[in-house]
């Protein structure tokens, strides 16, 4: 028998582990990512997998530091996904050091700084991606048309290397040839110019286009149908609820029907709203970060309904065109409050922590 | 197609579907064991005051002679298992996690297996009193033999304090491996449900439920068959889910309401009894045998012939294990119990008591222990808690020494079924944590009382020291006083004295 | 400009008036506070805080003069409960947790010569002068100070060990400890 003298049941487990919970969101990261590296060509692979590996290096630098042991840690997968996260929100023909910074600022400041994994108060994807848009607005919003691989846009090998080391290897080139805003990037510029919405959604891509990803943006904008596959089966997979996820796009979808009856002219349809931007892949991958949400349902509710609300508020009447991740950031600094506030009830007693009373005939009080 | 009685089921939060692993032993007919060369029965089976001894060392008893009786309301006796001598009677491994000692009495069989005198049986135990079968209940030392060994007569007088309108009985067993309820329900459907009936009568119910998971259909026909005739008496299907057998719960999936918190079943107008218990009261009622043997399940992949074996209170495991072909694989784990509720044993050399409803001895692959990481706040314990618990919350708290602060978010009302543990992707120990918890807790309020004590006591020395000082002091006093008055008496003598002298002078000068 | 300093003066001193006032006439008379952590302590008088009794060491812990951790039979229970009435902080793990002794009178070695029951806080030793003493092992609180005197060392601290209703469970391995063997 083993030597641990007192170890408590329960002597079986179910199958969960933390290496098992990234594996599978990672897998279902994986058909949007890869449509991602299709649109968008080669220097998007050399940014995903630089991201990755600055990632795992930054892990790896700040665990030693800590004096924890690096191969446990490193091997729970958890730093892997957080720079695939954020390489899904980064521009695709980004250089090389967004990729690089960003990775560092997630992992030393969104997350090691805290305590390490499931200490963090944000989610780390997103403290890097806002800190990047903060500091370099203009790297960060220059966003390219697809251009498939092997197709006539596509750049080669040579081009990809220089579009993603620009001054390294070549002299930087210009992307003017290649660059096109997001939806939600033109329409902001359109409405703000007094453009009537109406025209200026005719010449953007028709929705469908948006459903199905040949629009421009970051890999995770693009392409709603694959993320929301992916959320679906981390759905099926129970490695999230239905709440979070719901309750966002709800809320984002409901104030946007709202807005948008009052003025067609002015607000933007619930349908781009949902379908565009990282609405979806925020609602089932980053509002669900296991560490940053609330535990209760009540409390999970109250999280995506503000995350929606805060989407809503930031893309419409602010000079930012996404409002996903700053949101997202605004709900987690809630999260304690509202993990302290809207608890469970417990068995046995009513909602104020008081035990149950049954009167004489069997109802309760 | 079987058919069972129909009744609304509710469901309950949270819990747990862990593989339920009964195909090792739910095909293997109850057996009885050989007579071991040495039993040792505690004195403290139960919930409640040890038993107090009524024999001593080399006394010769017979087989049902009680060889303890019960110490207070709340308490249960001891009987022999088997005729034999009393070898002794003191400290002996206990059948806990701790390894401590135990008063135990060690019992050599003499292989003759005789019975002593039983005490006369009812020729209809319908026909008693409700309060005469709680005391034969009581005499014959039964107690819960679900595992909670709360001494069975208490329950059954709870009908005087509450008003009960119906009986329960738990053939959920939902805990893996374990197969023994089983069984008892399919081999001996008729007596089971007998004592289902006695007990009913004892608590004066109108309606009795028996209650079995869907795992185990031919259980469910069994006793559906047996109660056919018995109009008062359902058989209901519970779905297969982890912790259905917790008597709150099994009330809350039948009736929809929950027991109020630090209160009982009862405060619903119902009790909860275990099949076994059932069976035992039937022995009880019908024979007059006392509780000296029980069905135990041996299960696990380290174990050679898993089986259900009946066994004499007090045989050693170590005799259990060798029946079953002893060890085969490297054993991780020997648990008393299930594995999700059940405690480690230290060692085979521990006996059997009245609680022991199985014993499982696991291997590495089965103990499934990983290596503890993190919390990510992942809430599967509070999605799996079926007491709407926050377990990460309250083990939080624990580890960073804020046990009041876990009491204030209802460490108090967890049930230690396991189901956050079961399911937590970190491998946290919550359940240990909670027990620690527990406990810390229940020792500091022994060192709060005796504190108090304490101080009643050196209150009571110095206002004793102050009273002597006190009385020395008057003492002295008053002895000054008569030195005083002495003083001055000796003084108006001498006073008197000299006057008299003088005058002696003068007469004598004359 | 001078407006502007004449009204911050003006403010100034009316708040500090206002304050002095307050603090004469608010003021709190002696020391609740002294009261309150007395009723937290053991209250045997054991001495081991190093003051002369439970009192004179609540009015050192009440004026800041003695730490939180002084009491050995208060132990962390003792320590938790007074940092939480004062609002400070304290590291729990320095407190050493006393293992709670209980005294044991060597029958053989005892010659009765009194001097042990006379000094105990909670008269926990029974016997009388010339007879054998003995040890109510309820009443002790393991205070030592009977332990100190006895001419022929017969007294003996014992640990109070578990027994099966005093026994829990402890708290699980910490998983630094194990990640730490783990690296």
């Known amino acids: 028998m083993s030597e641990e003298a007192f170890i408590s049941g329960p002597y079986n487990h179910s199958k969960a582990s933390i290496s098992k919970t990234m594996g599978l969101v990672m897998l279902a990261l994986v058909p949007a990512t890869v449509f991602g590296w299709y649109q968008f060509g080669l220097p998007t692979i050399f940014l995903f997998v630089i991201t990755i590996l600055t990632a795992l290096l930054a892990e790896a630098i700040a665990l030693k530091m800590a004096g924890k042991p690096v191969r446990t840690f490193l091997m729970d997968g958890s730093a892997i996904l957080t720079g695939w996260l954020l390489a899904m929100t980064l521009p695709p023909w980004a ?10 600022l997630a992992i030393i400041i969104g997350k090691q700084v805290f305590g390490g994994i499931g200490q963090n108060l944000f989610n780390p994807a997103m403290v890097a991606r806002v800190a990047l848009l903060i500091s370099f607005p203009l790297e960060m919003t220059l966003f390219t048309s697809p251009a498939p691989l092997y197709s006539q846009h596509s750049p080669d090998l040579m081009q990809s290397l220089a579009i993603t080391f620009p001054g390294l290897l070549t002299e930087a080139q210009s992307l003017d040839g290649y660059t096109g805003a997001t939806v939600l990037g033109y329409l902001k510029i359109e409405i703000g110019r007094g453009v009537d919405l109406q025209q200026a959604l005719g010449s953007t891509e028709p929705l469908w286009n948006t459903f199905w990803g040949n629009i421009g943006g970051s890999m995770g904008e693009t392409s709603a ?78 999280f995506g309904a503000g995350c929606g609300l805060l989407t809503f ?50 109802g309760k009080s | 197609m079987k058919i069972l009685d129909q009744m609304k089921l509710f469901k309950i939060r949270g819990g747990v579907h862990p593989e339920d692993c009964k195909n090792f032993a739910a095909e293997q007919g109850i057996v009885d064991l050989p007579m071991p060369p040495l039993l040792h029965i505690p004195l403290q089976q139960h919930i409640g005051a040890p038993a107090q001894p009524l024999v001593k060392r080399g006394d010769l ?22 005729s034999g001598r009393i070898m002794g009677i003191g400290g002996y491994p206990a059948h806990h996690a701790s390894g401590l000692l135990i008063r135990t009495i060690t019992l050599k069989p003499d292989e003759k297996d005789q019975w002593g005198k039983l005490p006369a049986v009812a020729s209809d135990p319908f026909q008693l009193l409700p309060q005469q079968i709680a005391q034969r209940v009581a005499d014959a030392g039964i107690v819960g033999m679900g595992g909670a060994t709360f001494p069975s007569a208490v329950k059954l007088n709870l009908r005087k304090r509450y008003h009960i309108d119906t009986l329960v009985i738990n053939g959920a067993e939902c805990e893996p491996y374990l197969t023994c309820d089983d069984r008892l329900m399919r081999e001996k459907p008729g007596d089971v449900l007998d004592g289902i009936q006695l007990m009913g009568h004892a608590l004066g119910v109108k309606s009795t439920i028996i209650a079995i998971e869907n795992n185990k259909p031919q259980a469910q026909n069994a006793m559906f068959n047996a109660a056919k005739d018995f109009p008062d008496v359902k058989v209901v299907g519970l779905p297969t889910r982890y912790p259905m057998g917790s008597e709150k719960h099994l009330v809350q999936t039948l009736t929809g309401k929950e027991t109020p918190a630090r209160g009982l079943t009862a405060d619903l107008g119902i009790v909860v009894h275990n099949v076994a218990t059932a069976l035992a009261v039937h022995e009880a009622l019908r024979f007059g045998n006392p509780l000296i043997s029980r069905v135990m399940t041996v299960s696990g992949q380290a174990i050679k012939k898993p089986a259900n074996i009946r066994v004499l209170i007090g045989t050693p495991l170590s005799h259990l294990v060798d029946f079953c072909g002893g060890f085969v694989s490297e054993l991780e784990r020997l648990i008393s119990g299930g594995p999700m509720m059940g405690q480690p044993l230290p060692s085979t050399r521990v006996p059997v008591i009245k609680g ?29 808690c079926p007491c709407g618990l926050l377990p990460l919350e309250m083990a939080a708290n624990i580890k960073a020494g804020s046990l009041d602060a876990s009491v204030n978010i209802g460490l108090l009302d967890c049930i230690s079924c396991g189901s ?25 309020q022994q060192v709060q009382h005796k504190q108090g004590e304490t101080k009643r006591l050196a209150e009571a020395r110095t206002a004793r020291m102050e009273a002597i000082k006190k009385a020395k002091r008057e003492a002295m006093l008053k002895r000054k006083e008569e030195m005083k008055r002495k003083k001055e008496q000796e003084a108006k003598k001498q006073k008197e004295q000299a006057e008299k002298q003088q005058e002696d002078k003068v007469e004598a000068s004359v | ?43 045997s008088q054991c001495g081991q805080c190093n003051y002369p009794g439970c009192t004179p060491a609540a009015e050192a812990i009440a004026n800041g003069d003695a730490a939180i951790t002084i009491c050995p039979p208060g132990g962390k229970a ?30 053989s070695l005892c010659i009765g010569c009194t001097k042990c029951f006379k000094r105990c806080p909670t008269d926990a030793i029974i016997g009388g002068s010339k007879q054998i003493h003995a040890v109510f092992a309820d009443a002790c609180t393991g205070c030592e100070k009977c332990y100190d005197v006895c001419p022929t060392e017969c007294i003996e601290m014992r640990p109070i060990q578990p027994t099966l209703q005093t026994w829990y469970w402890p708290l699980p391995n910490k998983e630094g400890e194990k990640m730490a063997k783990a690296a």
């Open chain 1, 95 to 104: 250089p090389w050091w967004i990729g690089v910074l960003g990775a560092f």
């Open chain 1, 225 to 302: 149908i694959l993320i929301l596959l992916g959320g679906l089966f981390l759905l099926y997979k129970r490695i999230i609820t239905w709440i979070i996820p719901v309750a966002m796009l709800g809320t984002l979808g409901g104030l946007a029907t709202i807005f948008h009856l009052v003025d067609p002219q002015t607000y933007i349809g619930p349908m781009t709203h949902l379908m565009s931007g990282a609405a979806i892949l925020g609602a089932f991958f980053i509002a669900t970060d296991l560490v940053t949400s609330p535990v209760s349902v009540r409390g999970q509710l109250v």
């Open chain 1, 313 to 362: 508020a930031i893309r419409t009447w602010t000079g930012y065109p996404e409002g996903v991740a700053f949101a997202v950031m605004l709900m987690n600094a809630c999260t304690p409050l509202i993990d302290h506030y809207l608890k469970p009830r417990i068995y046995g007693r009513d909602k104020k922590g008081q035990p149950l009373i049954y009167n004489e005939e069997g």
């Open chain 2, 61 to 82: 008893v017979k087989k049902g002679q009680i060889l303890a009786r019960s110490q207070g309301l709340v308490s249960a006796p001891v009987h022999a298992p088997t």
């Open chain 2, 356 to 384: 022991s409803n199985g014993l499982l001895a696991l291997t590495v692959d089965e103990a499934k222990s990983g290596e503890q990481m993190p919390c990510i706040r992942c809430a599967s314990c509070v999605q799996a």
């Open chain 2, 420 to 444: 956050c543990a079961y399911v937590c992707p970190s491998h946290i120990p919550l359940v240990q944590y909670f027990n620690y918890a527990k406990g810390e807790l229940a020792s500091r």
């Open chain 3, 1 to 43: 400009m001078i407006s502007a300093i004449l009204i911050l003066a003006t403010l100034g001193i009316t708040m500090g008036t206002l304050l002095g006032i307050a603090s004469k006439y608010l003021a709190v008379e002696g020391n609740p506070l002294q009261q309150e952590i007395e009723e937290m302590l053991p209250g």
């Open chain 3, 78 to 107: 003792l320590v938790e409960s007074l940092a939480e009435k004062l609002g400070v902080s304290v590291e729990l793990s320095d407190v050493e947790e006393k293992i709670p002794t209980v005294a044991y009178v060597h029958e």
